[in-house]
């Protein structure tokens, strides 16, 4: 990296600002690696993340503002101050112990400044967001004991919805409706994101085969119509795909 800085006027002109959405892009692609379960594409992908994390201690060591041992010894410090079941005398039987032990600490890392919330980018997806949130009050203690409480909270808002009137009221009631789904995933084990990525994954490759059919028998898609559509979806869904 020091040499790229020095001889390379790509590198030479990059700033934290102008790599920031390259950064976005390569955890993007590294999701996309971990779900398709694709080893050497993994390991490319961390690669990459790795070389824009050292690209950013780089930019900031030349201003002095920090160097990427820096970096390394905040994380350490970090781990070490959050885990006070492994480094400390506190007790921790179990992962939720962990977690609410976590959030506690960091909480009181924030000294009273930050809220429970306040950390969480306001460009997060929105899904992951609503599951993020959910996790950290429950930390400390505002979430269901009860799975019915969380079932009837769906079918509440889904009630509210069909009843709302106009546009504004639906679209209101309708995140509503999402939100609870989120919590509701939640209490059974599940991500959403990872769930919904799955199905969108799922659709796309069905949605690919009624394509492909309709190219091999020289059909026009759009005139193909739903029931025939539906025909090589279930065709499809047969095979597994």
């Known amino acids: 990296m020091d040499e790229l ?7 030479r002109e990059q ?4 790599i920031r959405h390259l950064s976005i892009e390569e955890v993007y692609e590294l999701s996309d690696a971990i779900l398709d379960n694709d080893i050497d594409e993994v390991k490319k992908e961390l690669g990459d993340l790795l070389l824009h994390i050292v690209f950013y201690a780089k930019i900031a060591s030349e201003t002095k503002l ?4 820096d970096l390394i010894d905040s994380i350490c410090e970090k781990l070490i101050n959050r885990h006070p079941h492994i480094y400390g005398d506190v007790k921790a039987e179990d992962s939720d112990a962990v977690k609410k032990n976590w959030e506690q600490i960091k909480l009181a ?4 400044e930050k809220t429970l919330l306040q950390g969480l980018p306001k460009s997060m997806p929105s899904v992951v967001k609503a599951f993020r949130m959910q996790e950290k009050v429950s930390q400390v203690g505002f979430d269901w004991d009860d799975m019915k409480d969380v079932k009837d909270k769906v079918f509440e808002e889904l009630q509210e919805f069909e009843e709302a009137k106009t546009k504004e009221e639906k679209e209101a009631e309708f995140g509503d409706l999402l939100f609870a789904l989120v919590n509701y995933a939640r209490h059974q084990g ?10 969108n994954r799922k659709f796309k490759n069905r949605f690919e085969y009624i394509e492909q059919t ?5 059909w026009v898609l ?3 119509g739903l029931e025939k559509m539906d025909k090589y979806w279930d065709e499809a ?3 597994g795909i």
């Open 5 to 11: 800085r020095e001889q390379c006027p790509w590198d």
């Open 15 to 18: 700033t934290w600002e102008s």
């Open 66 to 69: 920090f160097n990427f041992d």
């Open 237 to 239: 869904k047969s095979k």
């Open 109 to 112: 890392e924030g000294k009273g």
């Open 222 to 224: 759009s005139d193909m």
């Open 214 to 218: 309709a190219k091999e028998n020289n």
């Open 190 to 199: 599940i991500n959403p994101d990872d769930a919904l990525e799955a199905t």
